[in-house]
């Protein structure tokens, strides 16, 4: 099952050469460009992880875990920066402000971050992650921004997280008490590929003025 493991990389780099093609349409947005070096981070974890868990044989559990540290603070962070409403916006920053505690206290005293996936972390950050994205889009929903959707890649992005988020909860979730091993990376691969759709869609068919 090899295989399984070169397709990430494959993906991201695939991603990342989209983004780097149409980067004229993202440059005037600080968040989406930084989603773009966020790809690149993603595509370089990806690697490191299969030269060094996979043809070495070692263990990759700090790379891992500080791939979905980072990843739950960028898209917190991403759709904090979308969103218009005070009251929304202190939501967001309340999540972000007791996900970085709960971190803080579940590093230091009760996971191992070097020898642990740190599958909690996961799971809170996806809901997390999911709850922002659903309050970005009850705001959309109320703008003129609904009637441009698909030219923004803002929404590919949010389409992106929130399809994978809401289905890699339930596959940590049930990792967590059961291993079905080749079946769960099977779907993890599937949600990756998703993902990368709508990431690649987006970078395709948005617009410049669409996305400041």
């Known amino acids: 099952m090899i295989y399984l493991f070169i397709i990430y990389p494959i993906l991201y780099l695939i991603i990342l050469i989209t ?4 980067y004229a349409k993202i440059k005037d947005n600080f968040y989406l460009k930084l989603f773009l070096f966020f790809i690149a981070y993603s595509l370089t ?3 490191l992880g299969f030269v060094i868990g996979v043809l070495y044989e070692i263990n990759t559990y700090p790379i891992n875990n500080g791939w979905i540290l980072v990843s739950h603070f960028f898209y917190l962070f991403f759709f ?11 939501i967001v920053k ?3 402000v007791c996900y970085t505690i709960y971190t803080l206290i579940n590093i230091s005293f009760f996971s191992d971050y070097l020898t642990e996936f740190l599958d909690i972390n996961s799971i809170v950050g996806g809901i997390l992650i999911v709850i922002s994205i659903m309050i970005y889009f009850s705001e959309l929903v109320q703008s003129d921004g609904i009637l441009n959707l698909k030219k923004s890649m803002f929404f590919w992005i949010s389409l992106g997280a929130l399809f994978f988020y809401i289905g890699v909860i339930p596959v940590d979730v049930i990792a967590k008490f059961i291993n079905f091993g080749v079946v769960l990376r099977v779907i ?3 949600l990756n590929l998703l993902m990368a759709g ?6 395709i068919v948005s617009e410049k003025e669409y996305n400041r």
């Open 188 to 190: 993890t691969l599937l």
């Open 19 to 22: 983004g780097i093609i149409n």
């Open 198 to 203: 709508f990431f690649i869609t987006g970078f």
């Open 94 to 96: 309340y999540g972000i």
């Open 80 to 90: 904090l920066s979308l969103l218009k409403s005070a009251f929304k916006r202190n």
């Open 45 to 47: 974890t990806e690697i």
